[in-house]
């Protein structure tokens, strides 16, 4: 595979990540809102310290998001573990979060962006890729 054929990869990841979580946002769907709506009326108020946690991780996790893809289009080798570490630190925020509701587009565009991530965890570890992290050279 060439580095650009990677990188194409890195980049449509990217945008279904992006599309991924605001899709709601763009195409609305009444059914899934009255359903968000009821979970939000039954769940228990959030503390500040929990809207403050859940706030402190996004801006850490949008940083996150950037390095890593930075990271991986530029072929940096520590890119690589930290976006397969990032896999693991987001276990606990589905925990934390509680009912979520999505409509069909947002979930098939999370289930795609799913898939590719796991495309590129395999190229980066299991492929000749790998090569671009660790080689000394970084020629296109």
């Not at 108020?45 to 402190?56: H, N, P, R, V, Y």
């Not at 996150?64 to 990032?86: E, S």
């Not at 979930?107 to 570890?125: F, H, K, N, T, W």
């Amino acid at each position: 595979m060439k580095k650009i054929h990677f990188r194409i990869l890195v980049i449509v990841s990217f945008f279904l990540s992006i599309f991924g979580g605001f899709a709601d946002l763009i195409i609305s769907d009444p059914i899934v809102n009255q359903i968000t709506e009821f979970a939000e009326s039954i769940e228990p108020e959030w503390s500040d310290a929990k809207l403050f946690t859940i706030l402190g991780f996004v801006i850490l996790w949008i940083i996150y998001i950037i390095y890593t893809f930075v990271g991986l289009l530029l072929f940096w080798n520590i890119a690589r573990h930290i976006y397969l570490a990032g896999f693991i630190i987001i276990i606990p925020m589905y925990f934390i979060v509680g009912v979520t509701v999505t409509s069909g587009i947002e979930q098939a565009l999370y289930d795609a962006g799913s898939v590719l991530s796991g495309v590129l965890l395999a190229l980066i570890y299991f492929s000749p890729v790998k090569q671009f992290f660790v080689g000394k050279s970084n020629r296109n």
